[in-house]
């Protein structure tokens, strides 16, 4: 049961990615940064499931749950930048307007980290 599940994340979060890229063509650069950070967050659930089968507690810290599943350091790195984005910290003191102006250009970044996590999980959940 857990190589389905850890698929099925995995599989979601390679939407998310995608609709990522997309708001981030349609100017929606919070919804692209929000995006990213859901896509680490369920893909490195998707690998703690598949070695633990149930999902791992989660803060909302991307790097502590990297650091959980044995993500290497350029990955932990990649996810100390995506973790500020989750909408409980970022949006608590902003609108989502606000937030648009506040990721500007970091949404390309983001995406290139969001990405770099997927490429380091696929052969751990795919293989």
């Known amino acids: 049961m857990s190589l389905d ?4 994340i995995y599989a979601e979060a390679a ?6 890229g997309l708001a981030q063509a349609a100017g929606n650069l919070y919804n692209c ?3 990213c950070n859901q896509v680490a967050e369920k893909v ?7 070695r633990h089968d149930a999902r791992a507690t989660y803060d ?4 502590t749950l990297g650091a959980l599943v044995g993500a290497p350091a350029e990955i ?7 973790t500020p984005y989750h909408p409980s910290a970022f949006l608590a003191a ?13 949404a390309s970044d983001l995406l290139v980290r969001a990405r770099r996590v997927m490429r380091w999980a696929r052969p751990i ?3």
């Open 33 to 35: 940064a929000d995006l």
């Open 15 to 20: 939407q998310d990615l995608a609709s990522a």
């Open 125 to 127: 959940v795919l293989g």
């Open 60 to 63: 909302h810290d991307l790097r």
């Open 76 to 82: 932990l790195d990649d996810l100390a930048v995506l």
């Open 44 to 50: 490195l659930q998707s690998v703690y499931v598949l």
């Open 94 to 106: 902003r609108s989502v307007d606000e937030a648009d102006i506040d990721v500007g250009d970091a």
């Open 5 to 8: 599940e850890a698929l099925g």
